[in-house]
Protein backbone atom coordinates (compact mmCIF):
# COMPACT_ATOMS: atom_id res chain seq x y z
CA UNK A 1 0.00 0.00 0.00
CA UNK A 2 2.61 2.33 0.66
CA UNK A 3 5.78 2.46 -1.52
CA UNK A 4 9.11 2.93 -0.23
CA UNK A 5 11.37 6.60 -2.04
CA UNK A 6 14.34 7.81 -1.75
CA UNK A 7 15.57 11.46 -0.95
CA UNK A 8 18.53 12.08 -1.91
CA UNK A 9 20.40 16.22 -1.10
CA UNK A 10 21.66 17.55 -4.25
CA UNK A 11 23.42 20.84 -4.18
CA UNK A 12 23.18 22.95 -7.07
CA UNK A 13 26.31 21.98 -8.86
CA UNK A 14 26.96 20.85 -12.04
CA UNK A 15 27.23 17.24 -12.77
CA UNK A 16 25.77 16.06 -9.30
CA UNK A 17 22.95 14.35 -11.00
CA UNK A 18 25.51 12.27 -13.55
CA UNK A 19 27.47 11.32 -10.65
CA UNK A 20 24.39 10.37 -8.83
CA UNK A 21 22.83 8.28 -12.46
CA UNK A 22 26.55 6.74 -13.20
CA UNK A 23 26.55 5.50 -9.50
CA UNK A 24 23.27 3.52 -10.28
CA UNK A 25 24.13 2.62 -13.76
CA UNK A 26 27.22 1.12 -12.02
CA UNK A 27 25.18 -1.01 -9.54
CA UNK A 28 22.13 -2.03 -12.11
CA UNK A 29 19.31 -0.23 -10.49
CA UNK A 30 15.94 0.28 -11.80
CA UNK A 31 15.05 3.76 -11.87
CA UNK A 32 11.08 3.68 -11.80
CA UNK A 33 10.46 7.23 -11.19
CA UNK A 34 12.38 10.60 -10.55
CA UNK A 35 11.81 14.13 -9.32
CA UNK A 36 13.90 17.20 -8.56
CA UNK A 37 12.19 20.78 -8.12
CA UNK A 38 14.37 23.84 -9.47
CA UNK A 39 15.81 25.64 -6.39
CA UNK A 40 18.69 28.08 -6.27
CA UNK A 41 21.38 26.35 -3.42
CA UNK A 42 20.25 22.98 -3.23
CA UNK A 43 17.63 20.23 -4.19
CA UNK A 44 16.21 16.95 -3.11
CA UNK A 45 15.95 14.45 -5.55
CA UNK A 46 13.10 11.68 -5.10
CA UNK A 47 13.88 8.19 -6.66
CA UNK A 48 11.36 4.96 -6.72
CA UNK A 49 13.58 2.19 -7.53
CA UNK A 50 13.31 -1.43 -7.78
CA UNK A 51 15.32 -2.25 -4.52
CA UNK A 52 15.10 0.99 -1.89
CA UNK A 53 17.08 -0.31 0.95
CA UNK A 54 19.61 -1.72 -1.03
CA UNK A 55 20.17 1.58 -2.99
CA UNK A 56 20.13 3.34 0.08
CA UNK A 57 22.87 1.70 0.89
CA UNK A 58 24.47 2.21 -1.73
CA UNK A 59 24.46 5.71 -2.42
CA UNK A 60 25.28 6.29 1.51
CA UNK A 61 28.57 4.04 1.37
CA UNK A 62 28.85 6.69 -1.83
CA UNK A 63 29.22 9.60 0.67
CA UNK A 64 25.21 10.81 -0.75
CA UNK A 65 22.89 11.96 2.39
CA UNK A 66 20.12 10.22 1.48
CA UNK A 67 17.08 8.39 3.31
CA UNK A 68 13.79 6.36 2.44
CA UNK A 69 10.31 7.38 2.93
CA UNK A 70 7.22 6.01 2.00
CA UNK A 71 4.85 7.75 -0.59
CA UNK A 72 1.64 6.79 -1.85
CA UNK A 73 1.17 5.34 -5.43
CA UNK A 74 -1.90 5.82 -6.89
CA UNK A 75 -3.52 4.73 -10.54
CA UNK A 76 -6.22 7.08 -11.66
CA UNK A 77 -8.86 6.68 -14.00
CA UNK A 78 -8.19 7.64 -17.29
CA UNK A 79 -11.07 10.64 -17.74
CA UNK A 80 -11.45 14.31 -16.82
CA UNK A 81 -11.57 14.92 -13.28
CA UNK A 82 -9.31 12.04 -11.72
CA UNK A 83 -7.17 13.82 -9.94
CA UNK A 84 -9.99 16.07 -9.03
CA UNK A 85 -11.94 13.44 -7.17
CA UNK A 86 -8.60 12.19 -5.32
CA UNK A 87 -7.67 15.86 -4.26
CA UNK A 88 -10.99 16.48 -2.76
CA UNK A 89 -10.73 13.00 -0.83
CA UNK A 90 -7.95 13.91 1.06
CA UNK A 91 -9.25 17.42 1.22
CA UNK A 92 -12.22 16.54 3.00
CA UNK A 93 -10.13 14.34 5.41
CA UNK A 94 -7.88 17.22 5.78
CA UNK A 95 -4.96 15.46 4.51
CA UNK A 96 -2.31 17.88 3.55
CA UNK A 97 -0.52 16.67 0.08
CA UNK A 98 3.33 17.74 0.48
CA UNK A 99 4.77 17.00 -2.93
CA UNK A 100 3.08 14.93 -5.54
CA UNK A 101 4.91 13.73 -8.72
CA UNK A 102 3.85 11.08 -11.75
CA UNK A 103 6.07 8.32 -13.41
CA UNK A 104 4.68 5.90 -16.27
CA UNK A 105 5.48 2.21 -15.97
CA UNK A 106 6.09 0.16 -19.34
CA UNK A 107 3.39 -1.57 -20.44
CA UNK A 108 0.87 0.25 -18.53
CA UNK A 109 -1.46 2.73 -20.52
CA UNK A 110 -1.63 5.26 -17.55
CA UNK A 111 0.97 7.25 -15.64
CA UNK A 112 0.83 6.58 -11.76
CA UNK A 113 0.73 9.34 -9.01
CA UNK A 114 2.87 9.60 -6.49
CA UNK A 115 1.48 11.73 -3.14
CA UNK A 116 3.62 12.75 -0.26
CA UNK A 117 1.06 13.74 2.53
CA UNK A 118 0.85 14.83 6.47
CA UNK A 119 -0.84 11.46 7.36
CA UNK A 120 0.32 8.59 4.52
CA UNK A 121 -1.60 5.20 6.40
CA UNK A 122 -4.97 7.22 6.83
CA UNK A 123 -4.82 9.14 3.02
CA UNK A 124 -4.44 4.93 2.18
CA UNK A 125 -7.27 4.02 3.95
CA UNK A 126 -9.58 6.95 2.25
CA UNK A 127 -8.20 6.58 -1.04
CA UNK A 128 -9.47 2.74 -1.16
CA UNK A 129 -12.46 3.56 0.77
CA UNK A 130 -13.37 5.98 -1.63
CA UNK A 131 -12.59 3.59 -4.83
CA UNK A 132 -9.33 5.12 -5.76
CA UNK A 133 -6.45 2.66 -7.13
CA UNK A 134 -3.38 2.62 -4.28
CA UNK A 135 -0.32 0.57 -5.80
CA UNK A 136 0.65 -2.23 -3.75
CA UNK B 1 46.16 72.35 13.68
CA UNK B 2 47.80 70.52 16.63
CA UNK B 3 45.16 69.53 19.53
CA UNK B 4 47.57 69.04 22.24
CA UNK B 5 51.62 70.32 23.18
CA UNK B 6 52.23 66.81 24.32
CA UNK B 7 52.16 65.69 20.55
CA UNK B 8 55.49 67.87 19.56
CA UNK B 9 57.60 67.37 22.59
CA UNK B 10 61.24 66.14 21.62
CA UNK B 11 62.51 62.70 21.67
CA UNK B 12 63.83 63.11 25.45
CA UNK B 13 60.88 64.90 27.10
CA UNK B 14 58.66 62.38 25.78
CA UNK B 15 60.91 59.61 27.11
CA UNK B 16 60.60 60.91 30.50
CA UNK B 17 56.92 61.51 30.24
CA UNK B 18 56.65 57.39 28.86
CA UNK B 19 58.84 56.42 32.01
CA UNK B 20 57.06 58.35 35.16
CA UNK B 21 53.68 56.89 33.59
CA UNK B 22 55.08 53.26 32.90
CA UNK B 23 56.96 53.30 36.64
CA UNK B 24 53.10 54.35 37.76
CA UNK B 25 51.49 51.99 36.00
CA UNK B 26 53.47 49.10 36.62
CA UNK B 27 53.40 49.76 40.59
CA UNK B 28 49.29 50.17 40.01
CA UNK B 29 48.67 46.71 38.64
CA UNK B 30 51.60 45.01 40.60
CA UNK B 31 49.12 46.34 43.84
CA UNK B 32 45.81 46.40 42.37
CA UNK B 33 45.49 43.41 39.45
CA UNK B 34 46.67 39.89 41.18
CA UNK B 35 46.73 38.99 37.30
CA UNK B 36 49.61 40.92 36.99
CA UNK B 37 50.86 40.60 39.60
CA UNK B 38 51.66 36.94 39.64
CA UNK B 39 53.10 37.66 36.39
CA UNK B 40 55.47 39.92 37.27
CA UNK B 41 56.21 37.60 40.06
CA UNK B 42 56.82 34.93 37.77
CA UNK B 43 59.01 36.91 36.08
CA UNK B 44 60.96 38.17 38.96
CA UNK B 45 59.95 41.91 38.70
CA UNK B 46 59.63 44.16 41.08
CA UNK B 47 57.86 47.44 40.08
CA UNK B 48 61.47 49.15 41.19
CA UNK B 49 63.36 47.07 38.41
CA UNK B 50 61.80 49.20 35.95
CA UNK B 51 64.30 52.33 36.09
CA UNK B 52 64.47 52.89 32.31
CA UNK B 53 62.35 52.78 28.99
CA UNK B 54 63.72 49.62 28.00
CA UNK B 55 62.72 47.68 31.15
CA UNK B 56 59.22 47.21 29.76
CA UNK B 57 60.73 44.55 28.02
CA UNK B 58 61.04 42.85 31.28
CA UNK B 59 57.39 42.46 31.93
CA UNK B 60 54.95 40.20 31.06
CA UNK B 61 52.70 40.15 27.49
CA UNK B 62 49.04 40.34 27.97
CA UNK B 63 46.95 38.67 25.20
CA UNK B 64 42.94 38.40 24.41
CA UNK B 65 42.41 34.74 25.78
CA UNK B 66 44.09 36.79 29.24
CA UNK B 67 40.67 38.86 29.20
CA UNK B 68 38.41 35.63 29.05
CA UNK B 69 40.17 34.16 31.39
CA UNK B 70 39.48 36.94 33.98
CA UNK B 71 36.19 37.46 32.31
CA UNK B 72 34.12 39.76 33.08
CA UNK B 73 36.58 42.01 35.13
CA UNK B 74 38.97 40.33 36.44
CA UNK B 75 41.74 42.18 34.74
CA UNK B 76 40.27 45.68 36.02
CA UNK B 77 42.22 47.81 38.87
CA UNK B 78 39.41 49.69 40.04
CA UNK B 79 36.53 48.85 41.94
CA UNK B 80 32.97 49.14 40.24
CA UNK B 81 32.33 52.09 42.55
CA UNK B 82 34.90 54.14 40.40
CA UNK B 83 33.81 52.76 36.60
CA UNK B 84 31.55 54.91 34.61
CA UNK B 85 30.99 53.35 31.49
CA UNK B 86 31.22 49.55 30.43
CA UNK B 87 32.06 48.45 26.68
CA UNK B 88 32.87 45.49 25.18
CA UNK B 89 33.73 43.53 22.05
CA UNK B 90 32.84 40.19 20.29
CA UNK B 91 33.85 37.60 21.97
CA UNK B 92 35.86 34.48 20.17
CA UNK B 93 33.60 31.60 22.47
CA UNK B 94 30.67 33.71 23.26
CA UNK B 95 31.67 35.41 26.05
CA UNK B 96 32.79 39.04 24.83
CA UNK B 97 35.55 41.57 25.90
CA UNK B 98 34.91 43.62 28.48
CA UNK B 99 36.18 46.84 28.83
CA UNK B 100 35.72 49.53 31.68
CA UNK B 101 36.19 53.00 31.76
CA UNK B 102 36.63 55.80 34.87
CA UNK B 103 35.67 59.48 34.78
CA UNK B 104 39.28 60.21 34.05
CA UNK B 105 39.55 57.26 31.62
CA UNK B 106 37.06 58.86 29.52
CA UNK B 107 38.73 61.79 29.86
CA UNK B 108 42.06 60.65 28.33
CA UNK B 109 40.10 58.78 25.88
CA UNK B 110 38.23 62.14 24.37
CA UNK B 111 41.47 63.40 24.42
CA UNK B 112 43.26 60.99 22.44
CA UNK B 113 40.58 61.16 19.98
CA UNK B 114 40.26 64.75 19.81
CA UNK B 115 43.71 64.60 19.04
CA UNK B 116 42.99 62.57 16.07
CA UNK B 117 39.98 64.10 14.52
CA UNK B 118 42.37 67.26 14.76
CA UNK B 119 44.70 65.70 12.56
CA UNK B 120 42.41 64.32 10.39
CA UNK B 121 41.64 68.30 9.31
CA UNK B 122 38.08 68.10 11.55
CA UNK B 123 37.41 71.34 14.04
CA UNK B 124 34.90 73.05 15.91
CA UNK B 125 33.53 74.52 12.42
CA UNK B 126 32.31 70.73 11.35
CA UNK B 127 29.24 69.05 11.40
CA UNK B 128 30.46 65.59 11.95
CA UNK B 129 28.07 62.32 11.08
CA UNK B 130 29.12 59.22 13.26
CA UNK B 131 28.16 56.29 10.99
CA UNK B 132 29.82 53.52 13.29
CA UNK B 133 26.69 51.46 14.87
CA UNK B 134 26.38 52.42 18.32
CA UNK B 135 26.41 50.47 21.46
CA UNK B 136 28.60 48.01 23.61
CA UNK B 137 31.40 48.52 20.55
CA UNK B 138 33.63 51.33 21.41
CA UNK B 139 34.37 53.01 17.88
CA UNK B 140 30.97 55.10 17.63
CA UNK B 141 30.88 56.68 21.72
CA UNK B 142 34.88 57.01 21.64
CA UNK B 143 34.74 59.23 18.18
CA UNK B 144 31.49 61.26 19.52
CA UNK B 145 33.80 61.98 22.71
CA UNK B 146 36.83 63.59 20.61
CA UNK B 147 34.62 65.01 18.31
CA UNK B 148 32.81 66.82 20.94
CA UNK B 149 35.62 67.88 22.80
CA UNK B 150 37.14 69.74 19.67
CA UNK B 151 34.04 71.05 19.15
CA UNK B 152 32.45 69.88 16.32
CA UNK B 153 28.68 68.84 15.80
CA UNK B 154 28.19 66.00 16.13
CA UNK B 155 25.93 63.40 14.62
CA UNK B 156 24.75 60.16 16.62
CA UNK B 157 23.42 58.56 13.12
CA UNK B 158 24.72 54.61 13.99
CA UNK B 159 25.23 52.42 10.86
CA UNK B 160 22.73 50.90 8.43
CA UNK B 161 19.67 52.68 6.77
CA UNK B 162 21.93 54.45 4.24
CA UNK B 163 19.26 56.21 2.66
CA UNK B 164 18.23 58.42 5.92
CA UNK B 165 22.27 58.71 5.94
CA UNK B 166 21.91 60.54 2.82
CA UNK B 167 19.00 62.52 3.75
CA UNK B 168 20.15 63.64 7.25
CA UNK B 169 23.56 64.70 5.42
CA UNK B 170 22.00 67.17 2.56
CA UNK B 171 19.90 68.51 5.46
CA UNK B 172 22.29 68.99 8.23
CA UNK B 173 25.24 69.92 5.97
CA UNK B 174 27.60 67.16 7.40
CA UNK B 175 31.18 68.01 6.57
CA UNK B 176 32.56 65.18 7.86
CA UNK B 177 31.92 61.67 7.67
CA UNK B 178 33.23 59.01 10.41
CA UNK B 179 32.47 55.22 9.11
CA UNK B 180 34.93 52.59 7.87
CA UNK B 181 36.17 52.80 4.60
CA UNK B 182 34.13 50.44 3.31
CA UNK B 183 30.46 51.72 4.16
CA UNK B 184 31.66 55.08 3.53
CA UNK B 185 32.02 53.76 -0.72
CA UNK B 186 29.08 51.94 -0.23
CA UNK B 187 27.17 55.01 0.77
CA UNK B 188 29.00 57.05 -2.19
CA UNK B 189 27.43 54.81 -4.59
CA UNK B 190 24.07 54.71 -2.90
CA UNK B 191 23.63 58.35 -2.79
CA UNK B 192 24.43 57.93 -7.12
CA UNK B 193 22.07 55.71 -7.13
CA UNK B 194 19.64 58.23 -5.93
CA UNK B 195 20.43 60.36 -8.93
CA UNK B 196 23.04 62.92 -6.87
CA UNK B 197 26.60 63.43 -7.33
CA UNK B 198 28.27 62.99 -3.81
CA UNK B 199 30.91 65.58 -4.63
CA UNK B 200 28.52 68.94 -5.40
CA UNK B 201 25.27 68.07 -4.05
CA UNK B 202 26.56 67.13 -0.48
CA UNK B 203 29.18 68.97 1.65
CA UNK B 204 31.72 66.54 2.98
CA UNK B 205 35.13 67.67 3.28
CA UNK B 206 36.72 65.16 5.57
CA UNK B 207 36.74 61.07 5.83
CA UNK B 208 37.91 59.74 8.94
CA UNK B 209 37.80 56.22 8.70
CA UNK B 210 38.37 53.50 11.10
CA UNK B 211 37.07 50.13 12.23
CA UNK B 212 39.15 48.08 9.47
CA UNK B 213 42.08 48.58 7.27
CA UNK B 214 42.48 50.09 4.19
CA UNK B 215 44.71 50.95 1.11
CA UNK B 216 46.43 53.77 -0.82
CA UNK B 217 44.25 52.49 -3.51
CA UNK B 218 40.68 52.46 -1.23
CA UNK B 219 42.04 55.87 -0.13
CA UNK B 220 42.14 57.27 -3.76
CA UNK B 221 38.83 56.02 -4.81
CA UNK B 222 37.28 57.84 -1.55
CA UNK B 223 38.95 60.71 -1.77
CA UNK B 224 37.85 60.61 -6.04
CA UNK B 225 34.16 59.59 -4.87
CA UNK B 226 33.45 62.05 -2.09
CA UNK B 227 36.19 64.93 -3.50
CA UNK B 228 37.23 64.59 0.66
CA UNK B 229 40.53 64.21 2.35
CA UNK B 230 40.54 60.47 3.83
CA UNK B 231 42.46 59.57 6.79
CA UNK B 232 42.44 56.59 8.93
CA UNK B 233 42.85 56.24 12.55
CA UNK B 234 43.52 52.92 15.00
CA UNK B 235 42.53 51.48 18.40
CA UNK B 236 40.99 48.53 19.80
CA UNK B 237 38.48 48.28 22.88
CA UNK B 238 41.17 46.16 25.09
CA UNK B 239 43.36 49.60 24.72
CA UNK B 240 41.31 52.13 25.18
CA UNK B 241 39.01 52.07 22.08
CA UNK B 242 39.89 54.48 18.93
CA UNK B 243 42.19 56.91 20.00
CA UNK B 244 45.73 55.30 19.77
CA UNK B 245 46.59 56.65 16.86
CA UNK B 246 45.69 57.89 13.21
CA UNK B 247 47.13 59.65 10.17
CA UNK B 248 47.76 63.29 10.21
CA UNK B 249 47.28 65.83 6.82
CA UNK B 250 51.00 64.50 5.57
CA UNK B 251 49.45 61.17 5.80
CA UNK B 252 52.93 59.43 6.22
CA UNK B 253 51.66 56.67 8.89
CA UNK B 254 49.43 56.88 11.95
CA UNK B 255 50.94 59.15 14.82
CA UNK B 256 50.41 57.24 18.13
CA UNK B 257 49.54 59.06 21.09
CA UNK B 258 52.25 57.56 22.67
CA UNK B 259 52.40 59.52 26.05
CA UNK B 260 49.29 57.24 26.84
CA UNK B 261 50.38 54.44 24.43
CA UNK B 262 53.71 53.11 24.47
CA UNK B 263 54.47 50.76 21.57
CA UNK B 264 56.94 47.62 20.85
CA UNK B 265 57.16 46.16 17.70
CA UNK B 266 58.16 42.15 18.38
CA UNK B 267 58.55 39.44 16.40
CA UNK B 268 55.43 37.18 16.71
CA UNK B 269 57.16 34.04 16.67
CA UNK B 270 60.24 34.88 18.93
CA UNK B 271 58.96 37.62 21.35
CA UNK B 272 61.91 39.58 19.94
CA UNK B 273 61.93 43.01 20.29
CA UNK B 274 62.36 44.29 16.65
CA UNK B 275 64.27 48.02 15.62
CA UNK B 276 62.81 51.25 14.23
CA UNK B 277 61.29 50.16 10.93
CA UNK B 278 61.26 46.90 11.28
CA UNK B 279 58.17 45.27 10.30
CA UNK B 280 56.43 42.44 13.24
CA UNK B 281 53.81 42.71 15.53
CA UNK B 282 52.40 45.68 17.52
CA UNK B 283 52.78 45.62 21.25
CA UNK B 284 50.98 48.34 23.42
CA UNK B 285 51.53 49.29 26.93
CA UNK B 286 48.93 51.85 27.81
CA UNK B 287 50.35 54.17 30.74
CA UNK B 288 47.70 56.61 31.74
CA UNK B 289 44.21 54.07 32.06
CA UNK B 290 42.79 53.89 35.67
CA UNK B 291 40.32 51.27 35.09
CA UNK B 292 41.82 48.73 32.86
CA UNK B 293 46.17 49.20 32.15
CA UNK B 294 46.96 46.66 30.25
CA UNK B 295 50.77 45.72 29.86
CA UNK B 296 52.36 44.70 26.47
CA UNK B 297 49.08 43.93 24.65
CA UNK B 298 49.69 41.37 21.90
CA UNK B 299 47.34 43.37 19.23
CA UNK B 300 48.36 40.42 16.51
CA UNK B 301 48.41 43.54 14.45
CA UNK B 302 51.61 43.45 12.04
CA UNK B 303 52.93 47.30 11.40
CA UNK B 304 56.59 48.81 11.87
CA UNK B 305 57.49 52.14 13.72
CA UNK B 306 58.67 55.31 12.31
CA UNK B 307 60.59 58.50 14.41
CA UNK B 308 61.85 61.23 11.96
CA UNK B 309 59.99 64.11 12.29
CA UNK B 310 56.59 64.58 10.36
CA UNK B 311 56.26 67.47 8.13
CA UNK B 312 53.53 68.12 9.86
CA UNK B 313 55.22 69.25 13.12
CA UNK B 314 54.28 66.31 15.22
CA UNK B 315 57.24 64.20 16.95
CA UNK B 316 54.87 61.23 18.24
CA UNK B 317 56.44 58.26 16.48
CA UNK B 318 54.19 57.27 13.63
CA UNK B 319 53.06 53.25 12.82
CA UNK B 320 52.67 52.09 8.89
CA UNK B 321 49.07 51.07 7.51
CA UNK B 322 48.26 47.87 9.11
CA UNK B 323 49.77 45.16 6.60
CA UNK B 324 48.23 42.19 8.30
CA UNK B 325 47.76 40.00 11.15
CA UNK B 326 50.23 37.59 12.92
CA UNK B 327 46.73 35.49 13.86
CA UNK B 328 43.79 34.48 11.56
CA UNK B 329 41.19 37.66 12.56
CA UNK B 330 39.26 38.96 9.63
CA UNK B 331 37.49 42.13 9.95
CA UNK B 332 34.10 42.23 8.40
CA UNK B 333 32.53 45.40 7.71
CA UNK B 334 34.43 46.83 10.79
CA UNK B 335 33.02 43.67 12.72
CA UNK B 336 36.25 41.53 14.64
CA UNK B 337 35.67 37.69 13.32
CA UNK B 338 37.87 34.89 14.33
CA UNK B 339 37.30 31.40 12.84
CA UNK B 340 37.39 29.77 15.60
CA UNK B 341 33.98 31.78 16.31
CA UNK B 342 32.37 30.40 13.55
CA UNK B 343 33.64 26.67 13.82
CA UNK B 344 32.06 26.80 17.70
CA UNK B 345 28.45 27.40 16.43
CA UNK B 346 29.11 25.02 14.04
CA UNK B 347 30.03 21.98 15.95
CA UNK B 348 27.34 22.93 18.05
CA UNK B 349 24.49 22.76 15.43
CA UNK B 350 23.30 19.34 14.72
CA UNK B 351 22.68 17.97 11.48
CA UNK B 352 26.23 19.25 9.66
CA UNK B 353 29.62 17.72 9.98
CA UNK B 354 32.28 19.20 11.44
CA UNK B 355 34.22 20.54 8.37
CA UNK B 356 33.38 23.96 7.11
CA UNK B 357 34.59 26.95 4.85
CA UNK B 358 34.38 30.51 4.65
CA UNK B 359 34.45 32.37 2.01
CA UNK B 360 34.59 36.47 2.79
CA UNK B 361 33.78 38.52 -0.61
CA UNK B 362 32.67 41.76 -1.64
CA UNK B 363 29.34 42.72 -3.10
CA UNK B 364 30.20 46.25 -4.13
CA UNK B 365 31.71 47.46 -1.64
CA UNK B 366 30.12 45.84 1.28
CA UNK B 367 31.86 42.84 3.05
CA UNK B 368 29.94 39.54 2.51
CA UNK B 369 30.90 35.87 4.27
CA UNK B 370 29.44 32.29 3.07
CA UNK B 371 29.77 29.77 5.42
CA UNK B 372 30.41 25.96 3.42
CA UNK B 373 29.16 23.13 5.41
CA UNK B 374 28.31 19.14 4.79
CA UNK B 375 24.70 18.11 5.29
CA UNK B 376 25.26 14.74 7.13
CA UNK B 377 21.61 14.56 8.94
CA UNK B 378 19.35 12.92 6.16
CA UNK B 379 16.64 13.35 8.31
CA UNK B 380 15.61 16.90 7.31
CA UNK B 381 15.52 15.28 3.65
CA UNK B 382 11.52 14.85 4.18
CA UNK B 383 11.02 18.37 2.71
CA UNK B 384 12.13 21.54 2.07
CA UNK B 385 10.69 23.15 4.96
CA UNK B 386 13.26 21.46 7.16
CA UNK B 387 16.30 22.00 4.84
CA UNK B 388 15.39 25.57 4.68
CA UNK B 389 15.21 26.02 8.24
CA UNK B 390 18.31 24.06 9.07
CA UNK B 391 19.96 26.23 6.87
CA UNK B 392 18.16 29.53 9.14
CA UNK B 393 19.37 27.95 12.32
CA UNK B 394 22.96 27.60 11.29
CA UNK B 395 22.31 31.82 10.05
CA UNK B 396 20.35 32.35 13.04
CA UNK B 397 23.30 31.05 15.60
CA UNK B 398 26.12 32.77 13.36
CA UNK B 399 24.19 36.06 13.80
CA UNK B 400 23.88 35.60 17.49
CA UNK B 401 27.33 35.00 18.18
CA UNK B 402 28.52 37.52 15.67
CA UNK B 403 26.60 40.08 14.95
CA UNK B 404 26.18 39.76 11.26
CA UNK B 405 24.37 37.94 8.45
CA UNK B 406 26.15 35.34 6.36
CA UNK B 407 25.20 32.72 3.78
CA UNK B 408 25.07 29.56 4.48
CA UNK B 409 25.57 26.81 1.78
CA UNK B 410 24.94 23.32 2.69
CA UNK B 411 27.21 20.81 0.27
CA UNK B 412 27.49 16.93 0.26
CA UNK B 413 29.35 15.41 2.75
CA UNK B 414 33.14 14.71 2.13
CA UNK B 415 33.18 17.37 -0.58
CA UNK B 416 35.10 20.11 1.60
CA UNK B 417 38.68 19.62 1.46
CA UNK B 418 40.29 17.63 4.66
CA UNK B 419 43.57 19.12 6.19
CA UNK B 420 46.58 17.10 7.83
CA UNK B 421 48.46 20.03 8.99
CA UNK B 422 47.56 23.50 9.46
CA UNK B 423 43.73 23.77 8.31
CA UNK B 424 43.22 26.54 5.32
CA UNK B 425 39.72 27.20 5.84
CA UNK B 426 39.20 30.53 5.15
CA UNK B 427 38.83 32.12 1.90
CA UNK B 428 39.31 35.73 1.32
CA UNK B 429 38.34 37.22 -2.13
CA UNK B 430 38.49 40.71 -1.21
Redesign the interface.
Known amino acids: MLIKQISIFIPNRKGTLARLTSKLRENGIDIRAISVFDTTEFGILRLVVDDAEKTLDMLKSEGFVAKVSDVIAVEPEDKPGSLDEIFHILADNDINIEYIYSYVMRRHELPYIVLKTSDMERAVGVLKDNGIKVIE | MIWSENETLDREQMRAVQLERLQDTVKRVYEKVPFYRSALKEKGVEPGDIKTLEDIRLLPMTVKQDFRDNYPFGLFAVGKDELVRFHASSGTTGKPTVVGYTRNDLNTWAECVGRLVTMAGVTYKDVAQISFGYGLFTGALGLQQGLERVGASVIPMSSGNTKKQIMIMKDFGTTALISTPSYALHIAEVVREMGMDPKKDLSLKWGVFGGEGSTEAMRKELQDAWGIFATENYGMSELIGPGVSGECQALCGMHINEDHFIPEIIDPKTGQVLGEGEAGELVITTVTKEALPILRYRTKDITSLHYEKCACGRTTVRMSKIQGRSDDMMVLGGVNVFPSQIEEVLLNTPGIGPHYQIKVFKKGYLDKIEVVVE?????V????TQ?EAL?RDIKARLRTVLGIDSKI???????LERFEGKAKRVIDLR
Open positions: LVDASLDSYLTTLVEPRT
